[in-house]
């Protein structure tokens, strides 16, 4: 698991670089995907969903780690 605090999301392709497009998701990243020879992907919670089923190199079945709070939730 990554410490990525505040870490935008990426969601829901996963893009890096130049294939970035569809990762102008301005929420913060609370979950970490595991990604076959990938960086994580970092997504919001409206993005896990698609991320799993669309973005490249998800790991089956997915390694998914919890690595922010959700803000507006009480403990």
Not at 29 to 40: L, Q, S
Not at 50 to 69: E, F, K, N, Q, T
Request: with cysteine; glycine share 12%; charged share 20%.
């Amino acid at each position: 698991m990554s410490d990525h605090r505040n870490a935008p999301c990426r969601g829901p392709y996963g893009g890096e670089g130049r294939q970035a497009g569809g990762t102008d998701c301005r929420d913060p990243a609370v979950f970490e995907v595991t990604r076959h020879d990938k960086p994580p992907l970092l997504v919001c919670p409206v993005h896990l969903g698609p991320s799993l089923l669309m973005a490249s190199g998800v790991l089956w079945p997915p390694v998914i780690h919890l690595i922010g709070r959700i803000p507006d939730l009480r403990p």
